[in-house]
């Protein structure tokens, strides 16, 4: 069983800025987010084990990581880095919001609307390579019968879409918000509910 989360609110997402590879620190609404999914995966898991928690090598994704493990009693030194889970690479993109990649990029983000899938933004990735991270990330042996990986909201889409062999189009639709966690059994996607 997979429970997949996503980093907690950053400075860069309240300011629209493209993260990408680049970091931004977590906010306080972000750390408070952080915490709310630790003890929702706590009162989820009842302290099942054996567990493992995978973290995207960013610091805002290593931040989370961290205080999902506090929240769960869990020593952040068994922490699994894995580069597989990195976010999608926004190439010179990254650190821009939408009004200045269109006076530096014009008319290149109309371009990536058109196709989507395939389009590469200077110096980065499409989301067809970043599917193939994901579907690779998927089959890669688990260290226990549960793990908690803590990614960013582009990569999710396309672990989803791996996961359950969606189509681009129904890869595209499935977004990431910060206070959901997803969970992957049986060939199921489901959310975890919000604690009463």
């Not at 907690?8 to 952080?34: K, S, Y």
């Not at 961290?66 to 880095?81: H, Y």
């Not at 970043?130 to 998927?138: D, F, G, S, T």
Request: aromatic share 6%; charged share 25%.
């Amino acid at each position: 069983m997979i429970y997949l989360v996503r980093h907690g609110e950053t400075t860069w997402n309240r300011e629209g800025r493209r993260q990408g590879r680049e970091d931004a620190p977590l906010t306080q609404r972000g750390i408070e987010q952080a915490r709310e999914i630790g003890r929702r995966l706590h009162q989820e898991l009842r302290d099942r084990q054996p567990l493992c928690i995978e973290t995207s090598p960013l610091g805002r994704a290593r931040h989370t990581a961290t205080l999902i493990c506090e929240e769960l009693g869990v020593n952040p030194q068994t922490l699994i880095v894995s580069p597989l889970l990195m976010e999608h690479d926004m190439g010179e993109w990254q650190g821009l919001t939408s009004r200045e990649i269109d006076a530096r990029y014009p008319g290149a983000r109309r371009a990536r609307e058109a196709n989507k899938w395939t389009y590469v933004m200077p110096g980065g990735e499409s989301y067809a390579l970043v599917y193939e991270r994901a579907k690779q990330w998927l089959d890669s042996p688990r260290q226990a019968s549960i793990t908690i990986a803590v990614a960013h909201e582009m990569i999710s889409r396309t672990i989803q879409g791996a996961y359950g062999n969606l189509s681009p189009t129904e890869t595209l639709s499935r977004s990431h918000p910060h206070d959901c966690i997803y969970r992957f059994h049986n060939g199921q996607i489901d959310s975890v509910p919000h604690s009463a």
